[in-house]
Nanobody
Framework: QLVESGGGLVQAGGSLRLSCAASGRTFSTMGWFRQAPGKEREFVAAIRWSGGTTYYAEFVKGRFTISRDNAKNTMYLQMNSLKPEDTAVYYC??????????????WGQGTLVTVSS
């Protein structure tokens, strides 16, 4: 089970940190995706649980940071310098295989991030 938290309303230029708590199983790779209104879901970032190698979509490089806490079995997405176009429902995902942009077998319910201008 994957449970996201940390979404909310923030002004442009602000920051938010999303969390994704995993329970019941461990994953080789975990990732963040987002889906804006009227748009398809897109890859944001991913992390390999062993070793911590990270991967980012070009549009978040330098602004977002993905990380994990092994002891808590939790993944994070620190989002800085947020823009109105970052407004979306953010989903975390996990898989036992080494996948980056997908496909992932397990998904959270999503958390809404709204960035006001």
């Amino acid at each position: 089970q994957l449970v996201e938290s940390g979404g909310g309303l923030v002004q442009a230029g602000g920051s938010l940190r999303l969390s994704c708590a995993a329970s019941g199983r461990t994953f080789s790779t975990m990732g963040w995706f987002r889906q804006a209104p009227g748009k398809e879901r897109e890859f944001v970032a991913a992390i390999r649980w062993s070793g911590g190698t990270t991967y980012y979509a070009e549009f978040v490089k330098g602004r977002f940071t993905i990380s994990r806490d092994n002891a808590k079995n939790t993944m994070y997405l620190q989002m800085n310098s947020l823009k109105p176009e970052d407004t979306a429902v953010y989903y975390c995902a996990g898989d036992s295989r080494t996948v980056i942009a997908g496909p992932y077998g397990f998904w959270g319910q999503g958390t809404l991030v709204t960035v006001s201008s």
